[in-house]
């Protein structure tokens, strides 16, 4: 059996990487999903660790990067294409600097969505940062030997994709379209441990106390409306607060991105749940 055939159904890895990606945590998250996902709903998409590993028969996944959600739907709708128009990127540390600079908003879905990717790969640390006009401003990566992305990768993720609807947003509107049974996992930019600790910064918006207290209402809504939903965040006495009488377990993460070096290490985060 080829290769790609015998992947289709099995777990698959995020195409790019994520600041709070979950891919190291799916070990400790197995025995947390529910037993059976038959609809999953993602509205902190990201890199999709979740998604990917639980490859569930339908899904809607939302996030409020545009560029990001743009470069799903590319790889989604036009994945032969988008493989032939990453062929002319280069990485070097000029050419880089040139791709960053141009205006997202003067080019095709296409060349956007090259243009994410290439900036996801070759930027540092596999960062998506931009600054409060929304401007990409992650330096070179220096990263000499890697590759883009794996052809078959991309094709897999793709096929991945075509059972699922891709919208762009606040986290409230993927909620919308919620429906009882349906599988919810909420994973929003952590509330920092530190006022220094933050990263924040994937979109030109914050996300601060006031967005934490209205995601928990949500889950709150959600809960009631018969959802079940899991919802990662730090551990913090005011997580904790806003969570108390949910089921909540903790987990150990490891954290890579601390611009202070602070926060590196094992540290304990939450997993809250309204399921056993
Ligand atoms: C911790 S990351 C999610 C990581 C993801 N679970 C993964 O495995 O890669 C949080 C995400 O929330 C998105 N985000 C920030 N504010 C948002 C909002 N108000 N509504 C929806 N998404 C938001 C960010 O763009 C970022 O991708």
New binding site residues.
Partial sequence: MPDCHRKQNLPLK?LIK??????RLIAQFLFLFPVKVNFLV?????????FFHLNPTGAII????EE?MNFYRVVRDHPVELLADLQRHVNTEEYYYRVRSLDPAQMTSLERASRFLYLNKYGYNGL?RVNSKGIHNVPYGRYKNKKLVHEQDLILVSARLKKTRILC????LALEETEPGMFV?L????HPLSETARF?S??S?S?GEE?QRRLARAFQNLDQRGCRVML?NSDTPFIRELYRGYNIVEVKARRAINCKGEGRGLLTELVIRNYH
């Avoid at 994520?18 to 891919?23: F, L, N, T, V």
């Avoid at 993602?42 to 979740?50: I, K, L, R, S, Y």
């Avoid at 994973?187 to 952590?190: A, E, G, H, K, S």
Wanted: cysteine-free; proline content about 11%.
């Fill in positions: 995020p994520w600041a709070g990606g979950k891919s993602e509205p902190f998409f990201g890199g999709g660790a979740v939302s996030d409020k990067n990001l998506w947003g606040d986290f409230s996992y994973d929003p930019p952590y924040t994937y979109t918006d996300f967005e990662s």
